[in-house]
């Protein structure tokens, strides 16, 4: 680290305050850890089945993963301010639907305007989202408990028993998810830079950094004069903007959408999220840990499939992964503040 | 204190007035709403829900949520099937799944209580574990031929009337529930430590024990409403009464209990109850499909939070405003 380069001079003035070193020490153990563990399931795996780790199938961890690492991206945000937006299935769903339904009743519509619109309303449905919990005082699991199922319900009420089909959609639109840049698919490309663009806002702005702080101390944050509604805001804005991106994305991947597009996602996308080191109590985390977590949860669906274990292991699983890791922050946690108290004594 | 008791009187109602709209409602959108055999249908899809938002109560009245309360109903019904299925007696049936229910109710509590996590946290993850471990244990199979005095039991009614016979268990619990809140030291220390956690300890309340235990009555709760489900629908299936805990949730804070603890009654819980059963029938009875009802529950969840706070915040503008007019006018008169 830079400070060990320091001198002890320059070190009492400018070194972080020791609850900022003992956060970030957690934060790259943690996304180490992830990195071991996915070593682990990759050897593990691999012995008896070879083809896990074959170029094609690594490729197939990763194109599934980049959908639902847009989306872990936006929860991310939402989850450091102390807060969480479950309703990002229903909106992936919904999005997903009225995008490939764009084509079907206007054929010949243009791919970019059916982007527009998507984003457009992911955008629209985050910032309601987002200002009943910032303005409204509702807490965030009250509000996006009720727009997942209010979301979902449009769903239902603009599909009907309706589906859209391959066919329906331009094979341009489908290409999106198809499509390779240098041999990279475009999918996975998208995820990569939307997470860089996220974490170095996080990490180098004036605004990143208000993230944490609302999230980390709300009370302090306020007295230090940062707008939290506005920032809480914001968040809700972007997670409701990712997913409907996400969504554009889902309807290009899978090509066949009906109302039930994307049910149940938002565990997987809390689970990826809390797996990948961030609080759910807000205020500490990162973007790279959140995607690590994403990753990692996708490598073991593979494996599952690999190794011939039934699907309806998965959901189960993403459940006890999301407790497993909310206990182990918890006791790291706890131990770590204990070391420092000691040590401050 | 005495706006707070103006508020919930208000807040009551407001409900009652919802309810009588629902009636309205429902009495237009359908000529076969009003029929006693449909306002018996009514009773019976509240079995469940009915059962549950005690429990559920119970818990946010202390500042804790539980979002596994579905998932709990679901695998108790399905390890209720899955052992009739292997044929065991039907009362060993039900004592598992009532056993079933209560141990994960009691393994929320514990994470919540000994580990000091977030109920909310907790219960989400475990919404989807005890889901995940009903898909493990039947699958996408469904268990059906239960006796007939089971499924009776399950959407029978008291002979000679038109009440369903879990409606009765409601009542009995309900009246256990009243007298328990309202009218016991019990009651007392829910309050104490949904308004205020650590005065609540201080004063020597066994917190942490409390909660387990609310926690643990939850998973019963849960465990019994799959006995019924069960029986109702003749049918024990791994994705039963998905998304139950919307409803539930919903008219326990439509009641008008506080969703940061430490406020709320029965009655008022009670009413609102019957105005999310009427409402999705009447809804129903017009031919929505259920997805599309919940538009309208998610929509009552989030106003049922909102109203009061914007209640709360309309008064302390309004007093703002008088406090500023009665100070103009004292300033002008003392300029006179």
Known sequence: MVTETMTTEQEGQRAPSAVIRVTRRVGQVRELGLLVVLLLIFVGVAVPEP?????????????????????????????????VDLSVSAIIGLVAFVSGDLFKQHPGISIAVVIAI???????????????????????????????????????????????????VPDRFLNLASDTVLGIPLLIILAAVIAAIFALLLRYTRLGRQVYAIGSNPEAARLAGIQRNRLVLLTFVISGLLSGFAGILWAARFATVDAN???GLELLVVASVVVGGVSILGGSGTILGAMLGAILLATIQDALNILNISPFWLQAFYGAAILLAVMLDTLIMRRLQRSYLTRRL | MRRAIRLISLWEALLVALLLGAVVLGSSLSPYFL?????????SDLSEKSLMILSMLLIIIVGEIDLSVASILGLSSVVLGDLWMHNAPLAVCIAAALAVGTLAGFINGLLVTALGLPSLVVTLGTLALYRGCAYIVLGQLAVSNFPDGFTTFGFGSIPGTLIPWPFVIFVVLAVIVILVLHGSWIGRQLYTIGNNQVAARFAGIRVARIKLILFTISGFISGLAGVIFTARFSSARADNALGFELDVITIVLLGGVSIFGGRGTLPGVIIALFVVGILRNAVALADFPTETQSIIVGGLLVLSVLGPNAIVRLQNWLTRKRVFATLITYVQRSRT
């Open chain 1, 118 to 168: 998507g984003c457009a309303i992911g955008l629209g449905l985050g910032l309601l989202n987002g200002l009943l919990v910032s303005y409204g005082g509702v807490p965030a699991i009250v509000v996006t408990l009720g727009t997942l199922y209010i979301y979902r319900g449009l769903d239902y009420a603009i599909a009907g028993g309706k589906q859209i089909n391959a066919f329906d």
């Open chain 1, 261 to 263: 597009a994307a049910t």
């Open chain 1, 51 to 83: 083809r896990f780790v074959a170029v094609n199938n690594l490729r197939d961890i990763l194109l599934s993963v980049a959908i639902i690492a847009i989306v872990v991206v936006g929860e991310t945000l939402v989850v450091l301010t102390r807060n």
């Open chain 2, 35 to 43: 029929n006693s055999n449909n306002l018996s249908n009514v009773l």
